[in-house]
């Protein structure tokens, strides 16, 4: 695959950049959802033979990593955003 200008290499990254970004958030909503509804099957008891208050445990672990993703997604929003704006020449 050959490139004619660095301008169209930009494009083709900036739009796998916005796809991982994109995957990335989806991938941290997940995450923070299925911490809400472990913390909470671990509250109410459903999970035999596990305390209760491992369920805040994890909910505080997995909404690190809910950070962790979202602001790395975050951090290729702007590098999307930058990259747009520099004009090439």
């Keep these: 695959m050959k490139f ?7 494009i083709k990254h900036l ?3 916005r796809i991982c970004s994109t ?6 909503w997940f995450v923070l959802v299925s ?8 509250g ?3 999970v035999p033979l596990m305390p209760r208050w491992i369920g805040l445990v994890i909910l505080g672990g997995y909404s690190f990593f809910f950070v962790f993703f ?7 929003d702007f ?3 930058l990259g747009s704006a520099i004009k090439w020449k």
């Design 44 to 46: 109410f008891g459903i």
């Design 79 to 81: 590098l999307i955003t």
């Design 15 to 17: 739009r796998l950049l």
């Design 35 to 42: 911490a809400v509804f472990i913390s909470i099957a671990l």
């Design 70 to 76: 979202y602001t790395i997604a975050l951090i290729a």
């Design 23 to 28: 995957i990335l958030k989806v991938y941290a």
């Design 4 to 10: 004619n200008n660095k301008h169209e290499i930009n």
